[in-house]
């Protein structure tokens, strides 16, 4: 059997952007939406028709998370049960609450990774040692990300339609020629610095198969790793990748037999965002149906101090 190549080898002649927004930069390729950038995509606001992308958080159906992860545990501490108990605090004038707390993964709903979250080599996004993430990450955390807000002009890249299917199938790949020919099909085309918005309808498939056939054999569809596609991406100036998957590119990649080589080649190496396990298939449905593919992009994932990442429900106004 061929020897296992490494991550680092995979990606020896991936370009990079750290220094490009200088040495202490830690929101990457946010940077391309500039102010100008966001004005002009507001003009792709056409009938003010709006959508959230996050998934239900606490679901009694179950929320898709990474394996090894759980989803959100919500707990009640007040209600009226607390009151009929005799348990519950007097207010003046009688008023009453019900009150809750919840404990969750910060990667483990609709969430943007901070650029520190993954790496290999010992560095980090921007050249940092990986020994920042410690305890907390003290550099390129998701803060920085939550405090610049994410607005751009999105385009939905409808997968499964593109292919006739409900959903991609397990470990179903595409490149990003495929989201070019795909765009082409939609009627719209790519632009740079486009927020990437990928509908492969896999995140539906937890939903409707039950969570023991979604995880069977795990292996996720979605991008994968070619020279050519984080090319792409850079001369794109892409800002941000927005998929309906957990880890928003093919579990392994076929070819190297690599782990998510992208989340180094983008995120660590390029500084793109990437926001995973979006709820898509209604915005599908009305982009379909209007033939509008494209639309302002708003997201603020939460202000997490130290975070690897934050929940975030992405608002779309077509
Ligand atoms: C992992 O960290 C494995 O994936 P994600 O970026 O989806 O959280």
Not at 25 to 46: F, R
Not at 170 to 195: R, S, W, Y
């Amino acid at each position: 059997m061929a020897e296992q190549i490494s991550v680092k080898e995979l990606l020896k002649d991936s370009p990079k952007n750290w220094g490009k927004w200088g040495d202490d930069d830690e929101v990457g390729s946010l940077n391309y939406l500039t102010p100008a950038v966001v004005a002009k995509a507001a003009g792709s606001i056409k009938s003010g028709k709006t959508f959230t992308l996050q998934v239900k958080m606490a679901n009694p159906e179950g929320d898709p998370v990474w394996p090894g992860r759980q989803g959100a545990t919500r707990i009640n501490v007040m209600d009226a049960g607390h009151y009929h108990a005799g348990k519950g605090p007097a207010f003046a004038g009688g008023a009453q609450y019900a009150d809750d707390y919840m404990t969750f993964f910060l990667q483990g709903s609709t969430q943007y990774d901070a650029l520190g979250h993954v790496w290999y080599d010992d560095k980090i996004w921007n050249g940092r040692d990986s020994k920042t993430t410690i305890g907390g990450l003290a550099f390129a955390s998701i803060l920085p990300i939550a405090e610049k807000g994410v607005v751009g002009r999105g385009i939905l890249l409808d997968m499964a339609r593109f292919r006739g299917k409900e959903s991609l199938a397990p470990g179903e790949t595409f490149t990003h020629e495929d989201l070019q020919a795909c765009a082409k099909k939609q009627g719209c085309e790519i632009q740079k610095n486009d927020i990437l918005v990928i509908r492969t309808g896999w995140i539906a498939q937890y939903y409707k198969i039950g969570s023991v056939e979604f995880y069977k054999d795990f292996i996720e569809p979605g991008l994968t790793h070619s020279d050519a596609l984080v090319k792409w991406f850079h001369e794109m100036e892409i800002p941000n990748l927005v998929t309906d998957t957990i880890a928003n590119e093919v579990t392994t990649d076929p070819v190297s037999g690599v782990t998510l080589p992208l989340h180094n080649a983008l995120m660590r190496n390029l500084g793109v965002t990437l926001t995973e396990i979006a709820w898509l298939d209604d915005l599908a449905a009305d982009c379909a149906s209007d033939g509008q593919y494209t639309f302002l992009y708003v997201a603020a994932p939460l202000k997490v101090c130290n975070g690897t990442g934050a929940p975030v429900n992405p608002v779309v106004i077509k």
